[in-house]
């Protein structure tokens, strides 16, 4: 079935033809420096809803409108002082913001789910800036997977979550930061972080102060948050955190220099310990140790600071109990 998508190398002819399907409502699937995007015209409801029944994502989660720049965003939401200095240090790259609706927004209300924000972000993937600025448009695409699986890093990816739908996918090898963009809300009345990603918790807070914690799920107000689904990310086999120690029918995603033996398989995310290096490794790794013949995934403690703030919280919830 994925085996009819289209896979092509990010020539300047690929991405005008990509920039021409989007602009005709259909759907692409496209590299940025995160993971890889399911994109669609954000001003065409037909292609957002398009993007929502590929993905068989709930109506209720909003999507992130992608953008060249700073000033493409103040076209559709009204920008702040925050944000001007947010998108001066972070833009283009892996944070996203979400903002009030402009009256004269023209990004389709079922990308924001029914809210009256907008989450806005310029990736800075080559092959995502020069397809943004040939659509002319904001694209939304959320994470190119089928809703609560692990996310795409490669091309190949695409092809095993998605298959119908998408009308071609532009392979711009492997995502060098692995892991989604951090999402901060900046409607409160303090700036909240929604979603660690590949912009760290600590580098914001230098720019800006502290962040507020989003609700916990199921707390009122939690609903502010609709990205914090539990469980996400999720391979097939149960995944089991802070393991020390491992069985023989068991994977093993290790971290670090100190790896526990007896695994029937491991993986290292990095074997120096560095957070960069195991944030790229992160997704692919966790869908090479999904193995139908073994009995789960254990996975070593990573810290909890910089981008292991980002790769703890899509492990915890690729470990939370399924639906
Ligand atoms: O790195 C990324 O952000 C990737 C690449 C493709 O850009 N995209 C991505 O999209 O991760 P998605 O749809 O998988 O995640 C978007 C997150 C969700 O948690 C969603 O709930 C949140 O952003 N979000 C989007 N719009 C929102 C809004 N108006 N208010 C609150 N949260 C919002
Ligand atoms: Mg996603």
């Known amino acids: ?18 920039a021409d399907l989007i602009r005709t409502g259909a759907l692409v699937a496209l590299p940025t420096e995160t993971v890889y ?10 292609a957002v809803a398009g993007i929502f029944q590929a993905k068989g994502r709930p109506q209720f989660n909003p999507l992130i409108a992608h953008v060249p720049d700073a000033a493409a965003a103040a076209q559709h939401v009204v920008w702040t002082d925050v944000a001007e200095v947010l ?28 809210l009256d924000t907008l989450a806005v972000r310029s990736p800075s993937h080559p092959v995502a800036q020069a397809l943004l600025r040939a659509v002319g448009r904001p694209v ?28 071609l996918v532009l392979d711009g090898g492997r995502c060098p930061v692995g892991v989604e963009s951090t999402v901060i809300d900046l409607t409160a009345a303090q700036p909240t972080l929604l ?47 802070d393991a020390l120690s491992v069985a023989d029918d068991e994977a093993l995603l290790a971290f670090g220099p100190d790896v526990p033996g007896g695994a029937a398989l491991t ?17 692919a790794m966790l869908r090479t140790l999904d193995r139908p013949d073994l009995r789960g995934i254990a996975v070593a403690p990573i810290p909890d600071h910089g ?5 703890n919280d899509r492990l915890r919830r690729a470990a939370a109990p399924r639906p």
């Open 87 to 114: 998108a001066q240090r972070f833009w283009p790259g892996p944070l996203t913001l979400v903002l009030s609706r402009r009256a004269d927004c023209a990004v389709s209300l079922l990308c924001s789910a029914g």
């Open 267 to 283: 993986l290292n995310l990095s074997p120096a310990g560095d957070m960069g290096e195991a944030a790229a490794n992160l997704f």
């Open 307 to 311: 981008l292991g703030l980002a790769i």
């Open 140 to 167: 939304a695409a959320p994470s190119a997977n089928r809703s609560g699986m692990v996310s795409p890093t490669q091309a190949a990816h695409v092809v095993q979550s998605l298959g119908a739908g998408v009308a």
């Open 195 to 241: 979603r660690p990603g590949g912009a760290t918790r600590e580098a914001i807070e230098a720019v800006i102060g502290p962040l507020a914690r989003a609700p916990a799920v199921g707390t009122p107000g939690a609903l502010h948050a609709p990205g914090q689904l539990e469980s996400h990310y999720a391979p097939a086999l149960p995944v089991r955190l």
């Open 37 to 46: 995007g399911l994109g669609g015209d954000a001003t065409n409801d037909r």
């Open 1 to 18: 079935m994925g085996l009819r998508l289209d896979i092509v190398a990010p020539t300047d002819d690929a991405i005008a033809r990509a």
